[in-house]
């Protein structure tokens, strides 16, 4: 076995079951290297460290193992759930991962004497009748309004619904029948809510013949008026189903997906069918493709077991969507159909259908409106990655223009670490600072950071960038300076190197460092500032830049201010450069903006006493404080 690792490690490996499982490797601080599954763990773990794997991806992970954890379950199915539940949480680095999402939209039937309509995004629950998920807020924003036009139920709030003395704007253009003021009966209007659910479900024959029935009951009475209005409801609900394209009466809840891969990039394109009507696509791209796809290819190369010359000709195309469907399915309800462009593992399927409780069925070759649908979604697909690909280049060259600028070093540009700062109060108070981080050519959200500043003059702008800059780098400049103690002499550079990634270099140098570029949002002053502290902490003054608004703040006029002795430099309002340093900039301010809007946001909802009051609505609250303003 291996020489690199541990005597523990390989006895670990030596002694493990020819059971299904699933596997973990860590290094040495601790990070989860790649997490995978195995129809028999013994010979799939061993083989990572019986084989020479030479300079590959594969064997510069396998150099940094330096522990192991593996979990004996019962089926290859178990082991497949297990392990992408594992990649989902633990995010590893050598594994296609996709972004773990907000929770998809749904449409809400709330529960009422006059149900309404409405936009949710959260967990469901057996209260209100819920119908989705949909791909996009705007999916189920148009559904609210093909529903407020076929079947007229409200969507205002209950509050507002429950104070109405007259008939809103929506009642007068007939989207809304108007039961807040009584012009309709509850069992009207629980019909028209049932039509609704119907159509929802897909079950729209029912509806219309529902509809048909009425539309007779009323004629026969010689309510040609009432007649007249379900008359128009058929007519819409028709023209809906001609808009849809709705050819399959079996095919109510379908997600379509297709897989492109181009440039080392890849985009899965899900587009939702739910209740026969095709409610739009939503894009994925998925990180780590290169990595885990030699990774892939290395546990075939190495896995000489039964069935391993199949598995050996997936492509990367089938590796992502095979990802794509173990991970996104966890937290989403399947629908009984999907419709794929790659033909994918029929254990995968049957492992999805097990954590659903459902039958999944999965179609490789659809026909007819299946077919069209897969040809929009495969289009989709291109388009997207086409201006992923397109957006990306565009931003390395931004990236690389700004590092020629400033002169700084450009060997590893997809490294390249900006860190912006910005400074924001209300009139002088509770002033906050905020933190931008920009690195692999795009924003990184997660990264970003807002600081509340507490014991300065209100409104010193300089002592707030001191204080932030103290708390964003003090530790990190100590533990920076603590490792360089703990080298060996000599040349720290190349004798050194080793010592960085080994257990003895402390855990936050290991988890943090210092960015290639540090952007102040201000000129002079603010600069003076940030050099003061970076020459207290013992930190290159080259890293930091100013930016300074030009004449009469007019956008494209910016000049970068140094805090090392250097001239200003202006960019020019065409540069590259300055279009990267801007929308760094202008980020930092967003991201500041909405922290203080949140701030004020709950000062004003804690601000009253009165809500803490049980027994006191909205209306009662409003009338005590009228009250008291007149005493005052």
Not at 288 to 305: I, R, T
Not at 453 to 466: E, K, L, N, V
Not at 545 to 564: H, I, M, P, Y
Request: proline share 3%; glycine share 8%.
């Amino acid at each position: 076995m291996s020489d690199v690792h541990s005597d523990q490690l390989l006895s670990e490996v030596a002694a493990l079951p020819q059971l299904p499982g699933v596997y973990r490797y860590f290094d040495a601080g601790g990070a989860v290297l790649y997490v995978g599954k195995a129809r028999n763990l013994k010979k799939r773990v061993a083989n990572y460290f019986q084989k020479s794997h030479g300079g590959t991806r594969i064997g510069h992970m396998i150099s940094k193992i330096a522990r192991m954890e593996t979990t004996v379950v019962r089926s290859e199915a178990e082991a497949l759930l297990l392990e992408n539940n594992l990649i989902k949480t633990l995010k590893p680095r050598y594994n296609i991962l996709f972004r773990d999402d907000k929770s998809y939209p749904y449409l809400k039937i709330a529960s009422h004497q006059f149900p309404r309509l409405a936009y949710y995004r959260g967990a469901v629950d057996k209260k209100h009748r819920y119908f989705g998920p949909y791909p996009s807020a705007w999916a189920v924003k148009e559904s609210i309004q093909l529903l407020q036009k076929v079947f007229k139920l409200r969507t205002c709030e209950d509050t507002v619904y429950a104070n109405r003395t007259r008939p809103c704007l929506l009642y007068q253009i007939k989207r809304c029948t108007g039961p807040c003021v009584g012009h309709i009966s509850t069992e009207a209007y629980a019909q028209d809510v049932a039509s609704a659910e119907a159509f929802l479900r897909g079950d729209t024959q029912l509806v219309l013949s529902k509809l048909e029935q009425r539309m007779s009951s009323h004629a026969e009475k010689l309510e040609f008026e009432q007649a007249a209005e379900l008359r128009n409801q058929m007519s819409a609900i028709s023209r809906v189903l001609h808009q849809q394209s709705i050819e399959i009466a079996s095919d109510k809840d379908v997600d379509i997906l297709a897989v492109k891969v181009q440039g080392g990039k890849a985009c899965v394109n899900l587009a939702m069918v739910r209740g026969g009507r095709h409610l739009g696509d939503r894009a994925y791209f998925p990180v780590h493709v290169e990595d885990a796809s030699q990774m892939h290819h290395g546990e075939l190369d190495n896995d000489d077991g039964e069935g391993a010359p199949a598995a050996a000709t997936d492509s990367v195309e089938v590796q992502v969507l095979e990802a794509f469907i173990a991970q996104h399915y966890i937290d989403v309800p399947v629908p009984a159909t999907l419709v794929l462009s790659e033909t994918v593992g029929r254990e995968l399927i049957e492992a999805v259908s097990l954590q659903s409780g459902t039958r999944v069925t999965a179609v490789f070759q659809p026909r007819e409106q299946r077919r069209h649908w897969l040809e929009m979604a495969e289009k989709n697909a291109s388009l997207q990655l086409a201006r992923l690909l397109a957006e990306e280049g565009s931003q390395q060259a931004r990236t690389r223009a700004l590092a020629d600028a400033l002169e700084l070093a450009s060997d590893d540009l997809d490294n390249f670490r900006v860190e912006c700062f910005d400074i924001s109060h209300t009139a002088g108070e509770a002033t906050q600072a905020s933190c931008v981080v920009f690195e692999h050519h795009a924003m990184q959200n997660k990264e970003y950071r807002r600081y509340n500043i507490d014991g300065i003059t209100p409104g010193d702008d300089y002592a707030a960038m001191r204080q932030v800059l103290h708390r964003r780098y003090g530790k990190l400049a100590e533990a920076m300076a603590a490792e360089t103690e703990a080298l060996p002499p000599g040349d720290a550079e190349s004798e050194g190197a080793e010592g960085v990634e080994g257990a003895a270099a402390p855990a936050r140098a290991r988890g943090a460092r210092m960015p290639e570029l540090v952007l102040v949002d201000g000129g002079k002053g603010q600069v003076s500032m940030a050099r003061e502290v970076f020459s207290e902490l013992g930190l290159p003054l080259s890293l930091i830049v100013g930016v300074e608004k030009g004449e009469g703040r007019k956008v494209g006029l910016e000049e970068l201010v140094f805090a090392d002795g250097r001239e200003k430099v202006y960019l020019g309002k065409d540069s590259a450069a300055l279009m990267l340093v801007a929308q760094i900039r202008d980020e930092a301010h967003r991201f500041a903006i909405t922290g203080m809007r949140a701030k004020r946001a709950k000062v004003r909802v804690g601000g009253s006493q009165l809500e803490d009051i049980p027994g006191i609505g909205p209306k009662r609250r409003a009338r005590l404080l009228q009250l008291s303003l007149i005493h005052i």
